[in-house]
């Protein structure tokens, strides 16, 4: 099994980037997925989710309107557009894997997203 997150990187304040996360060795289309991030000294949280079906999304409220997060079920990736670009948006990003009804969960490695001048 593997998620890889690619996409990140160092970016002006207002600026945009688009993260990607490749999925392998599991069934993409039967499982959510979301976006979580980790800035330095703070826990991981989340960004956005989707569902398998790609029909609902959900975002924390310091992103809404800003991000979007898409699928591709086709390529077995998931999206995280990110736009208007702030400093407290500077994090790690990982992406995640769900498939709550059988308690399997699975992690990418990371991308780091750097806001700055």
């Known amino acids: 099994v593997q998620l890889v997150e690619s996409g990140g990187g160092l970016v002006q304040p207002g600026g945009s980037l688009r993260l990607s996360c490749a999925a392998s060795?599991?069934?993409?289309?039967?499982?959510?997925m979301s976006w979580y991030r980790q800035a330095p000294g703070k826990g991981r949280e989340l960004v956005a989710a989707?569902?398998?079906?790609?029909?609902?999304?959900n975002y924390a409220d310091s992103v809404k309107g800003r991000f979007t997060i898409s699928r591709d079920n086709a390529k077995n990736t998931v999206y995280l557009q990110m736009n208007s670009l702030k400093p407290e948006d500077t994090a790690v990003y990982y992406c995640?894997?769900?498939?709550?009804?059988?308690?399997?969960?699975?992690w990418g490695q990371g991308t780091q997203v750097t806001v700055s001048s």
């Open positions: 995640r894997a769900d498939r709550s009804s059988f308690s399997i969960r699975y």
């Open positions: 989707i569902t398998s079906a790609g029909d609902t999304t």
């Open positions: 060795g599991f069934t993409f289309n039967y499982y959510a």
